[in-house]
């Protein structure tokens, strides 16, 4: 049985999937401030230094935020980058080989974007952490059903409507479900690329083949 440890289960990408590993036959430990209280994972709650983080043979992480919802750019990068990284350096000492991150469409170090930026520079950092594969998927904007203020519902609303006719387009929004898929396949794959980055158009390709009941709302 393959073991996972998952950061951000109680997020977008990481509430969607927590469930696949576990229908999937992983032995799944997720991390986290809050419980998720998700059949067949094993919840591990409190502040990074406070838990043992078990051995693993992949781990997930699906922390992140958004500059407007962290209220300045210190309180962003506290989140997207540091506490990312100190994830990602807790599982290489518990002995974790693969580490899949899910950064953005657009990530580099050198975009005149801040929210871009720091995605690069966590990209670059954990590269250099010595993980044997380093697993980077670049989704774009995320349609996901949690309910939010009225034009985030707007905005994914017309999304899904405009997706079936946008399929050319290389940024085009992505079902969170999606992406998780193709997290799966990534980790469960036999290629052993040091660093693979996957871009948006890929995730599209990898996650559209459903492999169990959708997670519940």
């Given at each position: 049985?393959?073991?996972?440890?998952?950061?951000?289960?109680?997020?977008?990408?990481?509430?969607?999937?927590?469930?696949?590993?576990?229908?999937?036959?992983?032995?799944?430990?997720?991390?986290?401030?809050?419980?998720?209280?998700?059949?067949?994972?094993?919840?591990?709650?409190?502040?990074?230094?406070?838990?043992?983080?078990?051995?693993?043979?992949?781990a997930f992480c699906a922390l992140g935020t958004t500059r407007k919802q962290a209220g300045s750019e210190a309180a962003f990068r506290a989140i997207d980058q540091e506490l990312v990284l100190s994830f990602a350096r807790a599982c290489h000492a518990a002995g974790v080989g693969t580490f899949v991150f899910v950064s953005s469409a657009?990530?580099?170090?050198?975009?005149?974007?801040?929210?871009?930026?720091?995605?690069?520079?966590?990209?670059?950092?954990?590269?250099?952490?010595?993980?044997?594969?380093?697993?980077?998927?670049?989704?774009?904007?995320?349609?996901?059903?949690?309910?939010?203020?009225?034009?985030?519902?707007?905005?994914?609303?017309?999304?899904?409507?405009?997706?079936?006719?946008?399929?050319?387009?290389?940024?085009?929004?992505?079902?969170?479900?999606?992406?998780?898929?193709?997290?799966?396949?990534?980790?469960?794959?036999?290629?052993?690329?040091?660093?693979?980055?996957?871009?948006?158009?890929?995730?599209?390709?990898?996650?559209?083949?459903?492999?169990?009941?959708?997670?519940?709302?």
């Amino acid at each position: 049985m393959t073991r996972a440890l998952v950061a951000g289960g109680t997020g977008a990408v990481g509430r969607a999937l927590l469930p696949l590993l576990s229908i999937s036959g992983w032995e799944v430990h997720a991390w986290g401030r809050r419980r998720t209280d998700i059949a067949g994972v094993t919840d591990l709650v409190g502040q990074l230094h406070e838990v043992t983080l078990p051995a693993a043979d992949v781990a997930f992480c699906a922390l992140g935020t958004t500059r407007k919802q962290a209220g300045s750019e210190a309180a962003f990068r506290a989140i997207d980058q540091e506490l990312v990284l100190s994830f990602a350096r807790a599982c290489h000492a518990a002995g974790v080989g693969t580490f899949v991150f899910v950064s953005s469409a657009g990530a580099s170090a050198t975009s005149p974007s801040f929210y871009l930026r720091v995605k690069g520079e966590v990209e670059q950092a954990i590269a250099g952490i010595g993980f044997r594969r380093v697993i980077v998927v670049r989704p774009s904007l995320l349609l996901d059903d949690r309910p939010g203020r009225p034009a985030e519902q707007v905005a994914v609303s017309l999304a899904r409507c405009f997706a079936p006719v946008l399929t050319w387009l290389p940024a085009r929004a992505i079902e969170v479900r999606t992406v998780a898929m193709a997290m799966v396949r990534l980790a469960e794959s036999q290629d052993e690329t040091k660093l693979w980055v996957v871009e948006n158009p890929a995730l599209h390709g990898m996650g559209v083949v459903d492999i169990g009941p959708s997670p519940p709302g």
